[in-house]
């Protein structure tokens, strides 16, 4: 059964430093999201997708975030220059035209 | 705004028992309400969608629009079922977002 995959499994960074965290969605999927999940905290929504756009963002996603499908199968969130407050599990989504959303297992990023 | 509550970060149960775990939503309209799981290092996974209106794995809710709840319930708990529970709503006819409540632990005490 396809799977959502997503690369690494954890990453730690040193504030300030920009990271990639890469997703590899579903392949026959066209809408794509960013969560992620403050240890302890509820799982938020970041970012979503569509048709090479995006589609909506949350007040999480300023301009340190950006998102780019850059070869018709990842799809990847960058982070500038992170912040210790951008410790969190990061998991990424996908769906096809239906309410289903497929997720990953995670990356967990660790900034210091 | 739209809101999930879950008022029980943790719930212990006796296998066998039953299982209610409570969720409260706030959502001017008619969302579509999920219940997903995550069982121990394995991935968030769509366990019941409201329209659908089945039961997966002994589980089933029921949506109640007067007191907006949709709470996941079990007869007869089992020692699988142990795992994170999450509630989520999201707009109707869309890809939408999910948002997701806070999520409730489940134990099931052999």
């Known amino acids: 059964e396809p799977e959502v995959t997503q690369t690494p499994s954890h990453q730690v960074t040193q504030m300030g430093q920009e990271v990639i965290l890469r997703c590899v969605p579903i392949?026959?999927?066209?809408?794509f999201y960013w969560y992620r999940q403050i240890l302890g905290q509820k799982v938020e929504f970041l970012v979503s997708?569509?048709?090479?756009?995006?589609?909506?963002k949350s007040e999480i996603f300023d301009d340190q975030f950006s998102v780019e499908r850059p070869d018709g199968s990842n799809f990847t969130l960058k982070i500038r220059s992170t912040k210790l407050e951008d410790s969190a599990m990061y998991f990424c989504?996908?769906?096809?035209?239906?309410?289903?959303?497929?997720f990953g297992p995670g990356t967990r990023l660790t900034v210091l | 705004a739209q809101r999930v509550t879950q008022p029980e970060k943790l719930l212990s149960v006796f296998k066998g028992a039953p299982v209610e775990l409570k969720c409260n939503y706030s959502?001017?309209?008619?969302?579509?309400l999920f219940w997903y799981v995550q069982y121990s290092r394995q991935r968030l996974q769509l366990l019941l969608r409201?329209?659908s209106r089945e039961s997966i794995k002994g589980f089933t809710a029921d949506l109640n629009k007067g007191e907006t709840s949709f709470h996941l319930k079990k007869p007869f708990a089992q020692e699988e079922d142990s795992a994170m529970y999450y509630c989520?709503?999201?707009?109707?006819?869309?890809?939408?977002?999910?948002?997701f409540g806070t999520g409730t632990r489940l134990t099931i005490i052999p």
């Open positions: 989504a996908s769906s096809e035209i239906g309410p289903e959303q497929f």
């Open positions: 392949s026959n999927h066209l809408y």
């Open positions: 997708f569509y048709n090479n756009e995006i589609s909506e």
């Open positions: 959502y001017s309209g008619s969302p579509e």
């Open positions: 409201h329209i």
């Open positions: 989520a709503l999201r707009a109707p006819f869309g890809n939408e977002k999910l948002t």
